[in-house]
């Protein structure tokens, strides 16, 4: 249930809204060219997706588009009042407040994943920023087409500077870029890559325990051993084929520990990758 709502809109387009909520409560994002940073100021919702959901807490947000159906958030705890702020990044917007150049992190990178959502680390600027925002909904006579402009400028560009960037800008891209990608083709591009299950999952779009059974499905295979199988045969053809060192060798091949891979080498192909490279090029 809905206790207070505010909102800004700029060229016509909802740009910024400040929503009080008390349980019961659930909205279903519509299908449509847009994406959202969603900034928790009181309590905690739960994002849902068909096939994903991911809690927000106070003093945290989210990044997501809203390019598909089934997502919707809600009252993660039955209990507490609600508090949450949405500012929206519309293509059409966009372009007019850009008018020469798109910003870098609207275009498409070179990362192959179908990602939607991410959640943004709120450093001490992104912190100022929502401050900001709740002056201008005190005092709503002081805003402006010229403060809408400033205000989406800025998130834009402090979202471009956090940890979360790379996939920020995956996100934001899609909002320019239809390109998706299959299940196999995220795989395969991001196999030796220093990534884990959790990673793979979310580049797919997909929950972890969903992203086991669609794995399993297509390859016939547990994630993990299906990654580390293909890792370490790769580790074994750089072996024979450059004269990179075995660290090297082992990090180019998605292994963020040496004695890790040392190990699991060893497992699989009984001797060292050291003794590897010597005894077979010698055969």
Not at 1 to 24: A, N, R, S, W
Request: charged share 25%.
């Amino acid at each position: 249930m809905i206790t207070d709502y505010k909102k800004f809109e700029l060229f016509g387009k909802t740009l910024i809204q400040k929503v009080d909520f008390k349980p019961p409560f659930q909205f279903a994002f519509p299908v449509s060219e847009q994406a959202c940073f969603l900034y928790m100021l009181r309590g905690e919702i739960e994002y849902r997706s068909e096939s994903d959901h991911l809690k927000i807490e106070s003093q945290r947000s989210l990044l997501l588009n809203c390019l598909t159906s089934g997502q919707q958030i809600q009252n993660a705890d039955s209990q507490k009042a609600n508090e949450i702020i949405i500012v929206t990044f519309h293509p059409d917007v966009l372009k007019k407040v850009y008018d020469k150049e798109i910003p870098l992190i609207f275009k498409p990178s070179n990362q192959v994943t179908n990602q939607s959502k991410s959640a943004v680390n709120n450093d001490f600027l992104i912190q100022k920023y929502i401050e900001g925002l709740l002056f201008y909904f005190e005092n709503p006579s002081l805003v402006n087409d010229e403060i809408l402009v400033l205000k989406l400028k800025e998130i834009i560009l402090l979202l471009s500077q956090t940890r979360d960037a790379e996939n920020i800008q995956v996100i934001l891209s899609q909002l320019f870029s239809s390109t998706t990608y299959s299940f196999k083709q995220i795989i395969e591009a991001n196999l030796f890559f220093q990534l884990g299950i959790e990673e793979l999952a979310q580049k797919t779009n997909l929950s972890v325990s969903s992203f086991k059974r669609e794995f399993k499905k297509l390859y016939d295979d547990s994630p993990a051993n299906y990654i580390k199988t293909k890792r370490l045969e790769r580790a074994a053809q750089l072996l024979l084929a450059t004269g990179e060192r075995v660290t090297d060798i082992a990090f180019n091949c998605g292994f963020n520990d040496l004695a890790n891979f040392t190990k699991s080498f060893h497992d699989k192909y009984h001797v060292s990758p050291s003794n590897y490279r010597l005894t077979t090029r010698g055969e």
